[in-house]
């Protein structure tokens, strides 16, 4: 392709160096620039023919302070930057222009309550801190790391909370120990190897795994599946640190949230990350608190969700939950195969969907397979994935699972997941595993001081705090809602064998039910990656690769 390439003079190629990966090509990135600057040149991009080097040329250059180092260290005048948006984005209302600026934000100890408020958001990017490659029973300031609610701390329940929860944790670092040494002594724990053997795989570059490596390997697994049987046991205070990747529009809409949130540690966070942000992108985030932009808003969304609480209570007032499965497919569109197939075809034809849909509806059924598989194609890996024909049908699951495997899941976030409060009153799963190593006993022991602890705290406090007191093997009640696109990615990939065991358990029955239940045979086959094969150390596989690879690679 042929494309016109602007001239500069050799003083503004100068510049322009500092601030531009290349002179030349239509295609270039932006750099040593503050973000509200990145974004006020793209919001004043929408609104001239001038191109975007120009643009920063003509009205931009004569902020540029390039008195230091002038290679690489150029700073813009924020001032002009923040009269842009004023007049864009606070007075015409441009929302988009929010879209065009990015902070990663570290968000460190927040409790596992929090940090499902934060995750909420569809456009972000979230990486938090496993419970399964850590020890959640290290000491901070000779203190185990969990969020002690002011409200909790200041009333008559604050010393209780205290010690309950030190005992939660001392039984978690308990179980921890007694599951390493359970695994260890069990060498049958992982079908087809055994504690002492070389594994003798080989890796990419033809070497083989050692004993040492094997042992590495095993060990890192039977570590990882110990700290998978005793979460379990940890409280929702746990803390934890998160990291957030977002655009001043994903911000603003979380920090609108989170400041209507009953939860006093969300609305007080959010003080502190708008503190932050403001720091870095501040005018994107100046309507948050105005009280006639941000402050509306959030008294809008505490307001309906006063109201559907009262409506809720008023109307369930009298109901106790019935039994349900842990899993149930409770919609799905009975014709959603045949829409599928039609959209799957409506990109590679120039006719009308009534008219594609007509023509599905007389396919044979040879016909239909030879279409999914060539939609498909060869998935070699279940990263690769076919289009956006599988978005056409829905399927919505209720799940009663345990807050723990909630967790992993509630981060997929193109689908639309709902949860309702965390409640030791749904009961709790003893793992397989603690049970076989003799541990059942002492977790059952954890789950009524949990429950015990939660009646106090709601009792003197709200049931809103006392969630925090509740273990994480607790069940919670939760939708989710997803196209047959994102099945696909969530069912497989937490189907995994290293895969913690409650979650693959709850996502290889949704397969399941896709498939018996909707009869949705073709959307069940394209899920080709989906592992339901059984295995205590599912983790062990995943360890010798990484064994496999470090072995390969040059010293």
């Known amino acids: 392709m042929h494309y016109t390439a602007e001239t500069f003079t050799p003083a503004e190629q100068d510049v322009l160096r500092r601030y531009v990966t290349n002179l030349r090509q239509p295609v270039f990135a932006l750099v040593n620039l ?14 001239t023919h001038k191109s975007l080097r120009r643009l920063l040329l003509d009205e931009f250059v004569d902020d540029l302070d390039i008195s230091g180092d002038e290679t690489i260290d150029a700073t813009v005048g924020v001032a002009r930057a923040e009269q842009l ?4 984005f606070v007075e015409y209302g441009d929302d988009s222009v929010a879209q065009l600026g990015a902070v990663h934000l570290a968000c460190e100890q927040a409790s596992n309550l929090l940090t499902k408020i934060l995750e909420r958001g569809r456009l972000m990017s979230y990486l938090e801190q496993s419970t399964r490659y850590l020890a959640y029973d290290e000491r901070s300031g000779g203190r185990y790391r969990y969020h002690r609610p002011p409200s909790v701390m200041s009333s008559r329940a604050g010393t209780r909370f205290v010690g309950d929860v030190d005992r939660m944790f001392d039984a978690y ?10 695994l260890t002594d069990h060498p049958d724990a992982a079908p087809g190897t055994s504690a002492g053997a070389s594994l003798a795989a080989k890796g990419s570059a033809g070497s083989s795994i050692t004993a040492k490596g094997g042992d590495l390997a095993r060990r890192r697994a039977i570590r990882a599946q110990a700290f998978d049987s005793a979460r379990g046991l940890l409280p929702a205070a746990s803390l934890s640190n ?14 609108l949230r989170m400041r209507a949130h009953p939860l006093p540690e969300a609305r007080s966070y959010a003080q502190m990350m708008l503190t932050e942000l403001r720091k870095v992108i501040p005018s994107f985030l100046r309507r948050v608190d105005q009280p006639d932009r941000g402050v509306v808003w959030s008294d809008y969304l505490e307001a309906n969700r006063t109201s559907m609480s009262e409506f809720a209570a008023d109307l369930f007032a009298n109901e106790a939950a019935e039994p349900v499965a842990e899993v149930v497919l409770t919609d799905w569109d009975p014709d959603g195969e045949t829409k599928m197939l039609a959209a799957m075809l409506y990109p590679y034809t120039s006719l009308p969907e009534s008219q594609i849909a007509a023509r599905v509806a007389d396919m044979t059924e040879a016909q239909r397979r030879d279409l999914v598989q060539r939609y498909c194609g060869e998935r070699t890996n279940r990263r690769h994935r076919p289009g956006r024909g599988l978005e056409r049908l829905d399927y919505r699951f209720d799940v009663l699972g345990d807050y723990g495997s909630f967790r992993d899941l509630q981060r997929h976030r193109l689908l639309t997941i709902e949860w309702q409060p965390l409640v030791p009153q749904h009961g709790y799963a003893v793992p397989a595993l603690v049970d076989a190593a003799g541990g059942g006993e002492a977790y059952d022991d954890v789950m009524e001081l949990s429950a015990e602890l939660y009646d106090t705290v709601a009792e003197t406090v709200g049931a809103l705090e ?10 919670v009640r939760y939708s ?22 409650d979650y693959r358990r709850i996502v290889t029955e949704m397969y399941r039910q896709i498939s018996e239940v909707a009869g949705h045979h073709a959307v069940a086959a394209m899920l080709s990656h989906v592992d339901v094969s059984e295995g205590i ?3 062990l596989g995943a360890e010798e690769a990484t064994v496999r690879r470090r072995s390969a690679e040059p010293a």
Do not use: C
């Not at 308990?174 to 359970?182: E, F, I, K």
């Not at 969630?467 to 093997?473: D, E, G, L, N, R």
């Open 466 to 475: 006392a969630s925090y007191a509740v273990a994480m093997a607790y069940r």
């Open 242 to 255: 998160l990291g957030i990747f977002g655009t001043g529009q994903a911000y603003e809409a979380l920090l």
């Open 34 to 47: 503050p973000e509200v600057v990145k974004g006020a040149l793209f919001a004043r991009y929408s609104r």
């Open 173 to 182: 670092g308990d179980m921890v120990r007694r599951m390493t040494a359970w």
């Open 85 to 88: 948006y004023q007049r864009v």
């Open 537 to 539: 150390l599912g983790r």
């Open 480 to 501: 989710m809602q997803f196209n047959a696109r994102e099945a696909m990615h969530m069912i497989e990939l937490r189907s995994q064998p290293q895969g913690h065991t």
